[in-house]
């Protein structure tokens, strides 16, 4: 599964859109972006995933580069509840490795009043 | 729907002992996986099971081992409990649909401290 680097935190205004880039330069055809937050000191939350097309959830939106070396989560009206661990993932669309994500260093936004 | 039951939340031990925790996963979900989580290497995965057969192992030693149950609910044990062992153990499902994505869905997790 291709690495992902992300900067470790960012601040975000409350109410304010956050926007968490994620490089993923050596992501392959049939791999999927991921992303997941940790509230602290609980389980991940799965966010939002994509391949190729943009996408929109009740929770966020992925924009995905046209070359998908890089993407950017964003999300819209930041909250303090917001205030979490992102982390961005790739993963092959195999379902071998179904249950076996790797996990980097992710983002901690920091939603701020 | 109910979500990843993992039991117990809390959990303190001596070291040498052993420990074993409880996931039950979303009803239908196939695929179990457990994550350790710790302060310096952040969360890491340990091994994943799918209809009772482990398919996926991290790179942690043979102290730490799992079953999976034919109703697909899982365990973890942990043997002779060291004090880098105290951890965040997470316990995630997935429906495990084929090819193509996968969403994992995590419990709260379970805490262990190693005395």
């Known amino acids: 599964d291709a690495k992902t680097t992300q900067p470790p935190s960012m601040d975000c205004a409350e109410g304010r859109a956050a926007n968490l880039p994620c490089n993923h330069s050596t992501i392959s055809g049939n791999e999927y972006v991921y992303w997941y937050r940790q509230i602290h000191s609980q389980g991940p939350q799965y966010i939002i995933h994509g391949l190729k097309n943009n996408e929109t959830n009740e929770m966020a939106s992925l924009i995905i580069t046209e070359d998908r070396k890089s993407s950017t989560l964003i999300l819209p009206h930041a909250t303090l509840r917001d205030t979490a661990v992102y982390y961005c993932?790739?993963?092959?669309?195999?379902?071998?490795?179904?249950?076996?994500?790797?996990f980097g260093q992710g983002t901690t936004l920091q939603v701020k009043p | 729907k109910a979500g990843v039951t993992q039991t117990p939340r809390y959990l303190i031990k001596t070291r040498g002992q052993q420990v074993t925790l409880s996931c039950s996963p979303i009803?239908?979900?196939?695929?179990v996986s457990w994550y350790q989580q710790t302060p310096g290497q952040g969360l890491q995965f340990l091994f994943e099971y799918f209809s009772e057969t482990q398919r996926n192992k991290g790179n942690f030693p043979g102290r730490f081992s799992g079953r999976q149950f034919s109703n697909s609910r899982s365990e973890m044990n942990v043997s002779t409990l060291e004090l880098g062992d105290s951890a965040l153990y997470l316990c995630?499902?997935?429906?495990?649909?084929?090819?193509?994505?996968?969403?994992?869905?995590f419990g709260a997790g379970s805490r262990l401290t190693v005395l």
């Open positions: 995630a499902s997935s429906r495990d649909g084929g090819p193509g994505a996968n969403v994992l869905t």
């Open positions: 993932i790739v993963r092959s669309g195999g379902s071998s490795n179904t249950g076996k994500l790797i």
């Open positions: 009803s239908g979900h196939r695929s």
